[in-house]
């Protein structure tokens, strides 16, 4: 009885994935069930969590909705982390798992942020960054695309700090920049992690 019970609380959080994006992304069942490919019946079932997509279901998902799935899988993993009073160990290990997620290269990046003699404290990064991450996809476009512009200039006129410490994957920010146009003309204000995961 108490494996049913844990597996009963886990399906109703999983299935709060689904509402979840969904309604914040502000599309219907029947839109959700016409774009996948299933009926309005197995997205309330899902929403629901007497059933579940599969995978490739789920990539389709949050592909027609446009959004980046992570947040939402991270609070299915640790929904406590996500609560308003959530305390530093819970915060801490998500953040934990998120870095050991990350590549070698975006590892030396976070460090080079944290600790590297660029002239900016790591603080003020951080908050330039958050706030940065509340403006419109359109104000984030255009802040890039000066940031880009300004490293390309500076590296080939040999004026760059740091010069021995790690780069950016500047090829990749490009396609993002590109992905967030498409985001601002479309009036949306998420950056789909999927549209961009295979390019450099």
Not at 4 to 30: C, D, L, N, T
Not at 54 to 61: A, D, M, T, V, Y
Not at 168 to 193: F, M, R, T, V
């Amino acid at each position: 009885m108490q494996y049913y019970e844990e597996r009963s609380v886990r399906a109703e959080r999983f299935s709060k994935i689904w509402w979840k994006s969904r309604a914040e992304s502000g599309r219907s069942q029947e839109y959700m069930g016409l774009s996948i490919g299933v009926s309005k019946r197995t997205i309330q079932n899902w929403e629901r969590g007497i059933s579940s997509p599969n995978l490739l279901q789920g990539i389709e998902w949050f592909r027609v909705l446009n959004i980046n799935p992570l947040h939402y899988f991270m609070e299915f993993m640790y929904p406590d982390a996500f609560d308003d009073d959530a305390d530093d160990d819970k915060t801490e290990q998500v953040l934990i798992e998120l870095i050991k997620q990350c590549t070698s290269l975006e590892k030396k990046q976070l460090l080079y942020l944290i600790t590297g003699d660029h002239g900016s404290t790591w603080h003020a990064l951080l908050q330039m960054v958050t706030a940065h991450c509340h403006t419109t996809m359109q104000s984030r476009v255009s802040a890039a695309r000066i940031i880009a512009e300004n490293f390309e200039i500076e590296e080939q006129t040999g004026q760059l700090v740091c010069k021995d410490a790690v780069m950016p994957n500047i090829d990749y920010l490009k396609c993002a920049i590109n992905e967030g146009k498409l985001c601002a003309k479309n009036k949306q204000n998420s950056l789909p992690l999927m549209s961009i995961i295979d390019k450099p």
